[in-house]
């Protein structure tokens, strides 16, 4: 197939995808084309040129961007991309802006601590700096209105609470850098959403570039002993495979710079390596408390025969802006600004000539901002079933239950020294037939042997027509 074909096929293929409201275009169209037809002479075909099919791309866009504008963002994105909740949700279509990253809540719906919500992410600096990997890690939130209860001597005790969401990317658009997404989130029965649902975000990671078992560029021909610092036990800051008992180690290799890290990032590097006590020590660095950039990073050892080896264990040392080393007990987290990690091979380094070091890891890209975006709802308790009926499943107390289109909530108390509710089978009987339902996450107080659990639907689900649920084949009708 030649070029032309191609492109010739490519605005086929985007034309015939074009859906326009033409009702209030109906008549125009017709008058317009008893017009053009009155004396147009018989033409033969011709091929098209590349100015035309360019003429037509841009057509296309034009036409595409005047149909969202005409459906507006919530009715082009529902017929766009049919989504599972599209039903059910309303549309809020508010965004906010930061770092050149629009974020959209384009609708949303919220039943009481279930919501879902439909929002995209927009590069608008033109940079397209989003990727299909674009995720908002744990820099997303959600508002909760934490409840209060009175204690025996009169003061207000806040009832902390935690929010879980299923995060589903629906499609990633590169001509416009945009990404939609799908969240399903699910609060505590006892810590409901704010009113009105308020999200928000102030990281946002663009995209990894992952690095395994990647070669660096060391020479380990000649490496002998190296110049090292004392340490005592109240500088270790962590590790792997350490023993219990720390006294043993009292030296570490004096943090520097030896050479680069295979990705060539400036916020990681090879610090130093030598010989302690027969073993080889690779000492990594890495700028300390940062969002984005490089991965903590794994190292292995392969001989010459291509046999990796392990590490015998590894320790983690803090430094302050002058590399002096943190001392735990006087100085925390927030005080580091270098990290060193301390590998310890067990391989002497008498003939290390055929060995080669090698890195596994991560680099993210990012950017930190502040994007908040609340969205007013209708009121959706119609749509809400709750009843307060003890009911007893296998030790367990349902003794408040919330069933809503997005599943079921459940606040209850249990008896021996486990709650085993997150492994209970949880179905919806209706009249269409039998749904089952997703564990959605929840919490225990092994104190008072108290829970709360939700469960989730695939797809909203008509309350209406809700018979009865069957907790591990225990079937609980409703009235």
Known sequence: MSKFDIDEQKIRDMLSQITVDSSKLAEQV????????????????????????????????????????????????????????????????????????????????????????????????????????????????????????ETITGVDEFISGSVMWKEKMLYFDEDTNTIYYEFNITADPDSPLAEPLKLGSFLIYFNEKAYNDEPISVSLTGIKGAETIPIAKVQFWGGSKMPDDLSSYTEALMPGHFADMPHGEKDQWVSNIGNIDGKLHVQIGEIFNKEFGTSTAELSLKDPDGNSISYDYSFVLLGDEENDLLNHEKNDYADGVYRYWEFVFPVSTEDLSGYTLCYTGSVFTGVEGSWKVSANLSDSNQNIRTWTNDISVDGHLFEYITLSPLGLQVIGTYQGKECMVGDMSIRVETVDGIIPLEGGGGSQKPDKHTFNSSWNTKAPLDITKVKAIIVNGTRIPIK
């Open 30 to 149: 017709k008058s317009r084309l008893y017009e053009d037809r009155a004396d147009m002479p018989a033409r033969h075909r011709k091929r098209w040129t590349r100015s035309t099919i360019a003429a037509i791309v841009m057509s296309f866009v034009l036409v595409a961007s005047a149909t969202a504008a005409v459906l507006g963002n919530f009715d082009w994105f529902i017929e766009r991309f049919n989504p599972d909740f599209g039903k059910i949700v309303e549309p809020v279509e508010v965004y906010s802006e930061d770092q050149g990253i629009r974020m959209e809540v384009i609708g949303a719906q919220k039943y009481n601590n279930m919501a879902i919500v439909y929002l995209s992410l927009q590069d608008i600096t033109g940079q397209n700096r989003l990727t299909e990997q674009t995720d908002f890690r744990d820099g997303f939130s959600v508002k909760m209105n934490p409840q209060t209860q």
